[in-house]
């Protein structure tokens, strides 16, 4: 975070981007590259780990294949599955199934091999929507590490643990071990090879559309109204190509509003941001032509990633309480189900919808639900 920010700032950040929810890139790396089945690569460290990461995400921007919504959830069901796994080995001098030192090479192995004999065929997104990983799951997960563990230990009983974990032949020799899992008792939580193939196949395209939407309307806001303001003067002495006064003044007059934007408005935004993208000493140049002072602006994109995660479960609690409760007015309960449903069919709420939904939920922190 900023370090120039003022308390308050740094305050509510906190609150909105609370630090056990937090993970690094080279988590990214770790959670994905088990969920592709190589704890070897896992094994040899976050840096290594995460080059490895890199080449293959490179080769999917060449194809224009940039992570959407469906990553997204896959990422954050096998981040809740390795926290999971992760707890079930244990803790050291107190429950832990055996050496610590070797927990998380243990715990990515285990977590891998699980993949492998379920032919990654867990609902990640049963995972995602509810936020935990079901018992079944769990009790088949303690058995596996007890399996694993005892397995590459003995395995490398004259190896340095740390070296013979990275070799890809461990993993090899782990896959071809007379294990069998009752795939009986985690059914419920498989999804059918078929429709596993699918999910993998979805096509992440290069930009999500109300991601990238949401995402320009905010870095719009985020220039304030002194930029805004300044840019309709200057674009009215130095005149630029598809950015004019009038375009810029209904611009300034939304932000000004919170009204929702028109196409218009965003198009006439990212030309204003491109410029000064390209030209950065103009930034404050232009600033200084306003005598406006600048407000807080509400983030749109992050509302919007907050109320996506909201369960389907919670959704129904949210208009069941407000119902029961009386705590939204008629207008405000026929809002948030209107957000509700354009989110569940990938449509783009508008912001002020969205805005205003949000804060109608945050009413029901007194009820013990947090957005």
């Given at each position: 975070?900023?370090?120039?920010?003022?308390?308050?700032?740094?305050?509510k950040f906190k609150e909105q981007n609370p630090t056990?929810?937090?993970?690094?890139?080279?988590?990214?790396?770790?959670?994905?590259?088990?969920?592709?089945?190589?704890?070897?690569?896992?094994?040899?460290?976050?840096?290594?780990?995460?080059?490895?990461?890199?080449?293959?995400?490179?080769?999917?921007?060449?194809?224009?294949?940039?992570?959407?919504?469906?990553?997204?959830?896959?990422?954050?069901?096998?981040?809740?599955?390795?926290?999971?796994?992760?707890?079930?080995?244990?803790?050291?001098?107190?429950?832990?199934?055996?050496?610590?030192?070797?927990?998380?090479?243990?715990?990515?192995?285990?977590?891998?091999?699980?993949?492998?004999?379920?032919?990654?065929?867990?609902?990640?997104?049963?995972?995602?929507?509810?936020?935990?990983?079901?018992?079944?799951?769990?009790?088949?997960?303690?058995?596996?590490?007890?399996?694993?563990?005892?397995?590459?230990?003995?395995?490398?009983?004259?190896?340095?643990?740390?070296?013979?974990?990275?070799?890809?032949?461990?993993?090899?020799?782990?896959?071809?071990?007379?294990?069998?899992?009752?795939?009986?008792?985690?059914?419920?939580?498989?999804?059918?090879?078929?429709?596993?193939?699918?999910?993998?196949?979805?096509?992440?395209?290069?930009?999500?559309?109300?991601?990238?939407?949401?995402?320009?309307?905010?870095?719009?806001?985020?220039?304030?109204?002194?930029?805004?303001?300044?840019?309709?003067?200057?674009?009215?002495?130095?005149?630029?190509?598809?950015?004019?006064?009038?375009?810029?003044?209904?611009?300034?007059?939304?932000?000004?509003?919170?009204?929702?934007?028109?196409?218009?408005?965003?198009?006439?935004?990212?030309?204003?941001?491109?410029?000064?993208?390209?030209?950065?000493?103009?930034?404050?140049?232009?600033?200084?032509?306003?005598?406006?002072?600048?407000?807080?602006?509400?983030?749109?994109?992050?509302?919007?990633?907050?109320?996506?995660?909201?369960?389907?479960?919670?959704?129904?609690?949210?208009?069941?309480?407000?119902?029961?409760?009386?705590?939204?007015?008629?207008?405000?309960?026929?809002?948030?189900?209107?957000?509700?449903?354009?989110?569940?069919?990938?449509?783009?709420?508008?912001?002020?919808?969205?805005?205003?939904?949000?804060?109608?939920?945050?009413?029901?922190?007194?009820?013990?639900?947090?957005?």
């Amino acid at each position: 975070m900023n370090k120039i920010a003022s308390p308050a700032q740094q305050k509510k950040f906190k609150e909105q981007n609370p630090t056990n929810q937090k993970f690094l890139k080279s988590d990214v790396a770790k959670f994905i590259n088990i969920w592709e089945q190589e704890p070897h690569l896992v094994s040899r460290g976050a840096q290594k780990n995460f080059i490895e990461y890199t080449k293959k995400t490179n080769e999917l921007v060449k194809k224009n294949l940039l992570p959407g919504e469906h990553f997204y959830q896959k990422l954050i069901a096998n981040a809740i599955l390795f926290k999971c796994t992760d707890s079930l080995f244990g803790r050291k001098n107190i429950d832990a199934i055996g050496d610590t030192n070797l927990k998380s090479f243990v715990v990515a192995y285990s977590l891998a091999y699980f993949h492998f004999l379920t032919d990654n065929r867990v609902d990640l997104w049963k995972i995602y929507e509810v936020q935990k990983v079901d018992i079944s799951i769990q009790e088949e997960l303690k058995k596996i590490l007890l399996f694993v563990y005892n397995s590459l230990s003995k395995s490398a009983s004259n190896t340095l643990f740390s070296e013979f974990v990275k070799r890809k032949s461990t993993w090899d020799n782990l896959k071809e071990a007379s294990y069998t899992i009752d795939l009986l008792k985690i059914e419920s939580q498989l999804v059918s090879k078929e429709e596993s193939i699918a999910r993998e196949k979805e096509k992440e395209t290069l930009e999500n559309q109300i991601d990238d939407t949401l995402f320009i309307i905010s870095e719009i806001k985020k220039q304030g109204l002194k930029f805004w303001d300044g840019l309709r003067i200057y674009v009215d002495k130095n005149p630029i190509e598809k950015l004019n006064y009038h375009s810029v003044f209904d611009l300034l007059k939304k932000i000004k509003e919170n009204k929702n934007f028109s196409a218009i408005d965003i198009e006439t935004g990212k030309r204003g941001l491109n410029l000064i993208e390209s030209n950065q000493n103009l930034f404050e140049e232009i600033r200084n032509l306003s005598k406006l002072d600048d407000v807080e602006n509400y983030d749109i994109k992050e509302i919007y990633d907050r109320v996506k995660r909201i369960t389907k479960d919670d959704w129904k609690k949210i208009i069941d309480v407000g119902s029961q409760t009386k705590i939204f007015t008629n207008l405000e309960l026929s809002n948030i189900k209107s957000v509700q449903f354009s989110i569940s069919k990938k449509e783009n709420p508008k912001e002020q919808a969205l805005y205003q939904a949000f804060l109608s939920i945050k009413k029901l922190k007194k009820f013990g639900f947090e957005i």
